[in-house]
């Protein structure tokens, strides 16, 4: 089972009107579409399932509150306007949350070190720019076969 659930239940202190089945369905996108922006939250080891629902919860409230949108033609004598109340719906996730998400997801993890230096042979000069972190041999062990041009 996904460490991060959310119900109905959840959503009705916020919008106690909301259709049971139309929040269903709001809910499984939301899971569905929050597990491909962050993996991790279908982990049962998940250790952060409250901040996740926080989030999951905020964007469905607010796609339930968004509406269908529609226009709206007003008139009132000889004068009329038209207002366009639609809201359209480009992501269910703001940029900011699915940073969030991503965010839990992260590996906590310290410093650690990928040795670039290649094996097999080639002996650098203790003067060589690889022994320092560069990403460039300055001994010319390359161009020698293995050897350094010089030797100190």
């Known amino acids: 089972m996904a460490a991060v659930t959310i119900t109905v239940d959840d959503l009705l202190p916020f919008a106690p009107n909301i259709d049971e089945a139309k929040a269903e369905a709001m809910i499984e996108d939301a899971l569905a579409l929050a597990a491909v ?5 279908l982990d049962p080891a998940f250790e952060n399932p409250g901040a996740a629902k926080a989030i999951l919860r905020g964007a469905v409230l607010r796609w339930n509150e968004s509406g269908t949108g529609a226009i709206v033609s007003q008139a009132a004598g000889p004068f009329s306007q038209t207002v366009d109340t639609s809201n359209p719906r480009k992501s269910l996730f703001w ?5 969030q998400l991503q965010k839990l997801c992260s590996l906590k993890s310290g410093a650690f070190a990928v040795d670039t230096i290649p094996g097999g042979g080639i002996v650098h000069a203790d003067i060589c720019s690889l022994n320092f972190g560069a990403t460039y041999c300055s001994c010319g062990a390359w161009l020698t076969g293995g050897e350094p041009l010089w030797e100190e």
Do not use: F, L, R
């Not at 922006?37 to 939250?41: N, R």
């Not at 940029?95 to 940073?99: F, L, Q």
């Open 37 to 41: 922006i962050a993996p991790c939250i």
């Open 95 to 99: 940029p900011s949350e699915i940073e």
